[in-house]
């Protein structure tokens, strides 16, 4: 599992800046809000389980939610949107002229997902971050989730957004970053 260190986190969000509106959203929905690739996109053409795209009516950013359909599991939640990534979204005055909230420029429907992991690898290319684990989108997942557990958030809060069955599969956020070893390491050596 691998998720982006604090500085490499940096880098993505100041490339993010300069994307389009709908890159932008799109890279925020992993980062921000911890959605997986099939849940923003769709998932593949072949997958029995057809999992729908994100339509632009689940995201309320009024309320601060979004609702995501049939998932994984075939299971729906609602998640919160981060006050930061509500002004994003709301900056983008297209938004809710579009049916979904990543659209295929040209034919309006959802792009694909090698079409999102494309534009993040183009933002990966501009941000430096080059190590191949991290350059694929689900890293924006595992990047939340830790950056939500050291921030103090509960492992059972994280198991709901994450739309884990069993906290089994969220606990494997419960081991610390090197970075996090690291700074505790240097904390400890300088009292001494």
């Known amino acids: 599992m691998k998720s982006l260190d604090d500085e490499e986190y940096r880098r993505l969000e100041l490339v993010m800046g300069k994307l389009n509106h709908r890159d932008r959203l799109a890279l925020g929905l992993g980062l921000y809000c911890d959605?997986?690739?099939?849940?923003?996109?769709?998932?593949?053409?072949?997958?029995p389980h057809k999992i729908?795209?994100?339509?632009?009516?689940?995201?309320?950013?009024?309320?601060?939610?979004?609702?995501?359909?049939?998932?994984?599991g075939k299971k729906s939640r609602t998640i919160p949107i981060p006050m930061q990534f509500v002004e994003i979204i709301d900056s983008i005055d297209e938004l809710y002229e579009w049916k979904y909230a990543v659209p295929n420029w040209t034919t309006g429907e959802s792009i694909c997902q090698w079409a999102l992991r494309k534009?993040?690898?183009?933002?990966?290319?501009?941000?430096?971050?080059?190590?191949?684990?991290?350059?694929r989108f689900h890293c924006l997942r595992h990047t939340f989730a830790m950056n939500y557990r050291r921030k103090g958030?509960?492992?059972?809060?994280?198991?709901?957004?994450?739309?884990?069955?069993?906290l089994a599969?969220?606990?494997?956020?419960?081991?610390?970053s090197f970075d996090e070893?690291?700074?505790?390491?240097?904390?400890?050596?300088?009292t001494s």
């Not at 795209?53 to 994984?72: A, C, E, G, H, M």
């Not at 070893?181 to 300088?190: A, T």
């Open 35 to 47: 959605l997986r690739i099939s849940e923003i996109v769709g998932s593949q053409p072949n997958n």
């Open 52 to 72: 729908p795209p994100l339509q632009t009516l689940d995201i309320d950013t009024v309320r601060r939610k979004i609702f995501i359909r049939d998932s994984k």
């Open 119 to 135: 534009i993040y690898q183009n933002a990966c290319d501009k941000a430096g971050i080059t190590e191949p684990e991290k350059r």
């Open 153 to 166: 958030g509960r492992l059972e809060d994280l198991k709901e957004l994450l739309g884990h069955s069993s």
């Open 169 to 176: 599969s969220t606990g494997i956020y419960l081991v610390p």
């Open 181 to 190: 070893i690291q700074q505790r390491f240097d904390e400890v050596m300088e």
